[in-house]
C-alpha cells in the first residue's frame, strides 16, 4: 500500500509561484509513475502533469506547459510540482496520484490517491 499526502498549497496572487509536494509512503514508491491532477469548482477533475518511475519522461496538459514542471526525488519519496505566471484558472484542489494502471492522462486509472491541496490564485 502507499500513501500519498499533498502539501504547499495556498493563496497567491496572480504571476506568483508554489511549489506542491507529494509526500509518499510505502517502499515501492520509486516503481510508480506518478502524476498531478486538479478538480476546480463545478469542473471535472483534468490531468495536470506526469512523470515516469526514474524521473526521465515528463507530461503536462497543454494548459500548463512552460509554467509548471514536474519531478520527483525517489530518495526522499517525494513528488513535487513547480508552479509559476500563476493564472486565477489554476485555482483548484490539487491532487497527486500514483501508479496508472494504463493512460497517465486517465485519473481512473490511477490506484492512489492523496487528499488535495488548495491553491487559489487571486487577480
Known amino acids: 500500500q502507499v500513501q500519498l499526502v499533498e502539501s504547499g498549497g495556498g493563496l497567491v496572487q496572480t504571476g506568483g509561484s508554489l511549489r506542491l509536494s507529494c509526500a509518499a509512503s510505502?517502499?515501492?514508491?520509486?516503481?510508480?509513475?506518478m502524476a498531478w491532477f486538479r478538480q476546480a469548482p463545478g469542473k471535472e477533475r483534468e490531468f495536470v502533469a506526469a512523470?515516469?518511475?526514474?524521473?526521465?519522461?515528463?507530461f503536462y496538459a497543454d494548459s500548463v506547459k512552460g509554467r509548471f514542471t514536474i519531478s520527483r526525488d525517489n530518495a526522499k519519496n517525494t513528488v513535487y510540482l513547480q508552479m509559476n505566471s500563476l493564472k486565477p484558472e489554476d485555482t483548484a484542489v490539487y491532487y497527486c496520484?500514483?501508479?496508472?494502471?494504463?493512460?497517465?492522462?486517465?485519473?481512473?486509472?490511477?490506484?492512489?490517491w492523496g487528499q488535495g491541496t488548495q491553491v487559489t490564485v487571486s487577480s
Open positions: 496520484a500514483g501508479d496508472p494502471s494504463g493512460s497517465y492522462y486517465v485519473d481512473t486509472l490511477y490506484n492512489y
Open positions: 510505502g517502499r515501492t514508491f520509486s516503481r510508480y509513475a
Open positions: 512523470i515516469r518511475w526514474s524521473g526521465g519522461s515528463t
